[in-house]
């Protein structure tokens, strides 16, 4: 897929980066620890999986290593990838806890890198700890996973578009990005448009992988008077091979006066 893995490639880097910002403040919570709250291995290494893996959970184990007790307040996760569990949210001192991290790899295909941000009630202002996740996922056997709406060939990150605060003598646009899934060209284009919405894709022609944005425009001074604050209205996409209730967008509008 031409577009998809020069944008993979992309994806991996910029996350490698986060990535060492991430580690490099890692430090500065060990004197936090030292104090407080102290993780033997406070980074984990996931190792390798893929799209298709079904979740996995990882258990950081914390020592209240101070001479008061301890409270676990919020555990914050850095990815909507991952959910949290604690164990043992009071510890008096020499009590352990546990910090549960579940990872779902699928539609996260590239370098992990999350984790979670942890607050204690005797620390105000700032995390106590920081724990992070490390490792990697493979692509699934389905390349296109992400995008989970399949009309025909086109695959579509959403259905659905929102175009607010669309006030007098403005053309607003919501923008949805798709890819061609299929082994021939497609040329999106809309017949039923209202008077008052236009439907193009960047780049005008979808060769099979590659990747688009579906723009939708709306010209304000063309939207009828009568019509409500907030309203919506379908999009029928033509060029595809599916029924017309299956290649259908729903964009709604909210209006400025």
Same mark, same amino acid.
């Given at each position: 897929m031409k577009k998809f893995a020069f944008?993979?490639?992309?994806?991996?880097?910029?996350?490698?980066?986060?990535?060492? %910002? &991430? !580690?490099l403040a890692l430090p500065t919570v060990a004197n936090a620890q030292k104090e407080l709250l102290k993780f033997e291995h406070p980074l984990i290494d996931a190792g390798t999986m893929t799209e298709d893996d079904a979740p996995r959970t990882f258990t950081f184990v914390g020592k209240n290593v101070s001479k008061k007790i301890l409270h676990i307040?919020?555990?914050r996760t850095t990815c909507g990838c991952t959910s949290s569990y604690v164990k043992g949210d009071v510890m008096k001192?020499?009590?352990?806890?546990?910090?549960q991290i579940t990872f779902t790899p699928n539609r996260y295909p590239g370098t992990i890198n999350t984790? %979670? &941000? !942890?607050?204690?009630?005797e620390v105000e202002g700032q995390p106590a700890v920081k724990l992070a996740l490390t490792g990697k996922v493979l692509p699934g056997a389905d390349v296109w996973a992400r995008y989970?709406?399949?009309?025909?060939?086109?695959r579509l990150k959403q259905a659905m578009a929102s175009i607010t605060e669309v006030k007098p003598g403005t053309q607003?646009?919501?923008?949805?990005?798709?890819?061609?899934?299929?082994?021939?060209?497609?040329?999106?284009t809309?017949?039923?448009?209202?008077?008052?919405a236009r439907l193009t894709t960047e780049p005008e022609v979808l060769e099979p992988g590659d990747e688009a944005d579906l723009v939708i425009t709306i010209i304000a001074d063309l939207i009828p008077a009568t019509m409500p604050e907030t309203f919506t209205f379908p999009v029928i996409l033509e060029g595809l091979d599916a029924r017309p209730s299956d290649r259908t967008l729903q964009?709604?509008?909210?209006?400025i006066k």
């Amino acid at each position: 897929m031409k577009k998809f893995a020069f944008m993979m490639s992309l994806f991996q880097a910029s996350v490698q980066t986060v990535l060492m %910002a &991430f !580690l490099l403040a890692l430090p500065t919570v060990a004197n936090a620890q030292k104090e407080l709250l102290k993780f033997e291995h406070p980074l984990i290494d996931a190792g390798t999986m893929t799209e298709d893996d079904a979740p996995r959970t990882f258990t950081f184990v914390g020592k209240n290593v101070s001479k008061k007790i301890l409270h676990i307040t919020q555990v914050r996760t850095t990815c909507g990838c991952t959910s949290s569990y604690v164990k043992g949210d009071v510890m008096k001192p020499g009590d352990t806890c546990q910090v549960q991290i579940t990872f779902t790899p699928n539609r996260y295909p590239g370098t992990i890198n999350t984790g %979670a &941000f !942890l607050y204690l009630k005797e620390v105000e202002g700032q995390p106590a700890v920081k724990l992070a996740l490390t490792g990697k996922v493979l692509p699934g056997a389905d390349v296109w996973a992400r995008y989970p709406h399949k009309m025909g060939a086109l695959r579509l990150k959403q259905a659905m578009a929102s175009i607010t605060e669309v006030k007098p003598g403005t053309q607003p646009s919501a923008r949805i990005l798709c890819g061609n899934s299929g082994e021939k060209a497609l040329r999106i284009t809309s017949l039923l448009l209202p008077p008052y919405a236009r439907l193009t894709t960047e780049p005008e022609v979808l060769e099979p992988g590659d990747e688009a944005d579906l723009v939708i425009t709306i010209i304000a001074d063309l939207i009828p008077a009568t019509m409500p604050e907030t309203f919506t209205f379908p999009v029928i996409l033509e060029g595809l091979d599916a029924r017309p209730s299956d290649r259908t967008l729903q964009v709604s509008v909210s209006r400025i006066k």
